[in-house]
């Protein structure tokens, strides 16, 4: 009767934890992203079958990253790792090396039409921007589409037992980006053409610019590793006054100096902080892609319109 009672209880245990009597709880996927605004993509197409760990933390630059031993550790655990490619991650395939993981790598950005980027910084650090393509692709609605549907892809393969669950994911945030792709392009409607021009600290917003019509200058390149010269700040200013740039805004993940000293002399306003390569933390406007890119649009139309 002992036995009886002890397999009852053990029966009411898991009910109450959501499981029947005889099924185990699945382990989570564990799936390693480059950064966080891959890591949040990753999140919204796995749901809670998906364990996400993003080797750049929130509001962190992920061109000069120096991984960690303990990064090394997580990518030899995972199941999945999730990179940008386009040579955003210079340093990624030195640490899938190092750690000797057997996971498969998903290039996040696969089937993505790249745009040149304006300068190539291929440094000591071996930032390698890769043929001077511009690896800031997700400044595109359209193209993080396609990072959905190639995450969608790789957790299906990697997990193909819940690929059902990825689709209807990836369908669903699909949707929300299709939404936010209107948001951005009525909203930019509303500022006069010709206030559509900013300065930003790097040159990160290539794909968005050109999708939607807006017109970036940088001092730097699209590496934050390198450095602005003099000409590079002299030839920015020259270019606000000729141009009357109306602002300049300072990217989260950049030393804010530069920009000020440019916005000092001459005479545009600082339209305040944007995010470029990173999220916010989760108490900040930028928790996710979504909001990242809703917050952006809202510092241009108020600083432009």
């Known amino acids: 009767m002992g036995r009886h009672v002890t397999r009852g209880f053990a029966a009411i ?7 029947a009597p005889g099924m185990a ?7 390693v992203a480059t950064f966080s605004i891959l890591a ?3 999140a919204q197409v796995g749901g809670e079958r998906v364990s996400v760990t993003s080797l750049v933390g929130p509001d962190a630059d992920a061109h000069g990253y120096a991984p960690t031993p303990g990064d090394a550790r997580r990518v030899a655990e995972a199941d999945l790792v999730v990179v940008n490619g386009l040579g955003f991650e210079g340093w990624i395939e030195r640490l899938i090396k190092a750690s000797g993981t057997k996971a498969p790598v998903i290039v996040a950005s696969k089937g993505v039409t790249t745009i040149a980027g304006s300068h190539d910084h291929d440094d000591e650090h071996g930032h390698d921007h890769g043929d001077h393509a511009d690896p800031h692709a997700w400044q595109s609605v359209a193209n993080v589409k396609l990072y959905v549907a190639n995450i969608r892809d790789g957790l299906s393969t990697a997990d193909p037992a819940h690929a059902a669950l990825y689709a209807e994911n990836a369908a669903a945030y699909t949707r929300k980006l299709d939404a936010l792709e209107g948001e951005i392009r009525t909203t930019l409607q509303t500022i006069p053409a010709e206030r559509r021009r900013i300065i930003t600290t790097h040159d990160s917003f290539g794909y968005f610019s050109a999708a939607y019509g ?8 699209i590496s934050t590793d390198s450095e602005a010269g003099p000409k590079d700040v ?10 009357k740039v109306p602002a300049v805004f300072v990217e989260t993940i ?3 100096r530069l920009m000020q000293q440019i916005a000092r002399e001459s005479g545009a306003k600082v339209g305040g902080r944007i995010y470029s390569d990173a999220l916010s933390g989760p108490d900040g406007p930028a928790p996710g892609y979504l909001e990242m890119m809703r917050s952006n649009l809202t510092a241009f139309r108020d600083a432009l319109s």
């Open 40 to 42: 949040d993509l990753i």
């Open 234 to 243: 002299a030839r920015i200013i020259r270019q606000i006054r000729r141009d």
């Open 254 to 256: 950049a030393d804010p």
């Open 25 to 31: 709880a699945e382990a989570k996927l564990k799936a």
């Open 13 to 19: 245990i898991l009910v109450l934890l959501g499981l």
């Open 214 to 221: 807006m017109r970036f200058l940088a001092p730097q390149g």
